[in-house]
């Protein structure tokens, strides 16, 4: 079939096989540009492992440190008439390429919450790797069954303690408007934190733990997003920002839990991107398409990859780890600093419907967001015949 972009809303609905298949290999040519030391993990687990943040940790300890990997996700197979979500494709991709560098590489599909897959997890590692030395923790994801209750908890994206009333862009429609939110309600907030938080991240940490398959000094980490003042009302100070502030309770409750094999738990701070999960959040769309402008005109952008090798390289495997108050590493300096903060503001007040597009980065937003899905890569051929199938195995 020839695959062009079914885009509704916020997300797109296929996938182009062949240009996540080159995606991926974009972000493995860009680590094996990099010097790399000797020193790094060797067997690691990526929990969200099959796009964004998580997809670019498991790359970097594949092609920068040769480590063997084991990856959690939820993904759609394709079938003869359907293509697959991206993360399959690019899992499929991923899987190829490592083993053709000899390296494992094998993934479980399914719900990363449940203690099945868990189970499963340990089993494989038991089975495969013996030990993890490194375990990411980068899921994103509107709902979570918890195990102990079987009740279902759905995230909420709103303010805590009052409304907000922000300018927000529609992908869509191509449409800056005010967008209002009700502050969200106590239940709202707690079942953000079942779902966001870092119950799981512990769960599966401890879960690993009493299994016995963590190398001793093991590391482990979480990713958050902390961000600045404009996009505090919508998620560094609302339901999302508190979901993730336990998460620093969860590393504080890992190490403890696991201080007899020298666990390192450590939650990193990495930058706002264009993701599945971020463009799905009001407010992040327009925020992103600025600080893009502004960080390209500095030379600072970063995509996935280079944030994740600079916090392998720097923080989980260097000697300059760049840590704030609460033990978290911060690889979103570049954005968050003042200075390009304030020139983010003086964009965000002067934005409006008829000027976006020229104080924006709306161009390189979409393109990066299509890109997800595997369209407008270049050196992809979008007009041939391909099938949408791919096998992980
Ligand atoms: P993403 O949507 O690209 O990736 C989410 C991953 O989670 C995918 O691999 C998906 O398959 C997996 N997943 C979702 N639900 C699952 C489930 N129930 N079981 C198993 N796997 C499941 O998201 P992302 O933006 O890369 O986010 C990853 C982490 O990074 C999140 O914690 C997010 O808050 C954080 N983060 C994102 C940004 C950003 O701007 N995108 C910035 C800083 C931190």
Redesign the pocket.
């Known amino acids: 079939m020839v695959i062009k972009p079914k885009v509704r809303g916020f997300i797109c609905t296929n996938a182009h096989p062949h240009g996540c298949a080159q995606s991926v290999s974009n972000q493995i040519d860009y680590v094996k540009s990099q010097d790399w030391p000797q020193e790094g993990p060797k067997n690691v687990l990526v929990?969200?492992?099959?796009?964004?943040?998580?997809?670019a940790s498991r790359i970097t300890s594949a092609f920068g440190y040769g480590a063997n990997t084991l990856g959690?996700?939820?993904?759609k197979q394709p079938s003869e008439r359907k293509t697959g979500t991206a993360?399959w494709y690019n899992t499929a991709s991923f899987h190829q390429a490592a083993r053709a560098n000899g390296l494992y590489a094998e993934t479980l599909n399914?719900?990363?919450?449940s203690d099945e897959?868990k189970a499963s997890t340990i089993e494989k590692i038991k089975d495969k790797l013996g030990k993890v030395d490194l375990v990411i923790y980068?899921?994103?994801?509107p709902r979570?069954t918890d195990p102990d209750s079987g009740e279902t908890f759905k995230s909420t994206l709103k303010p805590v303690g009052k409304a907000y009333t922000t300018k927000t862009y529609d992908t869509d429609k191509d449409l800056i408007h005010d967008v209002s939110l009700e502050p969200a309600t106590q239940e709202e907030i707690d079942h953000t934190v079942k779902v966001?938080g870092g119950e799981d991240w512990e769960r599966w940490m401890v879960q690993l733990g009493e299994a016995g398959v963590l190398s001793d000094d093991c590391k482990t980490t979480?990713?958050?997003?902390i961000g600045k003042e404009l996009t505090w009302p919508i998620y560094g100070q609302a339901t999302i920002g508190l979901a993730?502030e336990d998460l620093d309770r969860a590393a504080q409750a890992i190490m403890s839990k696991l201080s007899d094999k020298s666990v390192q738990a450590n939650v990193s701070?990495?930058?706002?991107?264009?993701?599945?999960?971020?463009s799905a959040i009001p407010v992040?769309p327009l925020y992103?398409s600025l600080i893009y402008k502004v960080m390209k005109d500095e030379g600072t952008h970063e995509g996935?990859i280079e944030q994740i090798v600079g916090l392998f390289s720097q923080c989980l495997y260097g000697n300059q780890p760049i840590y704030d108050d609460n033990n978290r590493y911060r690889m979103d300096g570049k954005e968050t600093n003042d200075a390009t903060q304030a020139k983010i503001k003086v964009l965000w007040d002067k934005v409006t419907q008829d000027n976006f597009h020229e104080l924006s980065d709306y161009k390189g937003y979409n393109t990066e967001f299509l890109n997800l899905f595997g369209f407008e890569l270049k050196g992809v051929d979008y007009e041939a015949d391909v099938s949408p199938l791919a096998s992980w195995d």
């Open positions: 929990i969200g492992c099959s796009t964004g943040y998580g997809l959690v996700c939820f993904e993360g399914g719900d990363a919450f897959i980068s899921l994103a994801s979570r966001m979480a990713y958050t997003y993730k701070s990495l930058k706002a991107l264009v993701t599945q999960a971020s992040m992103i996935c």
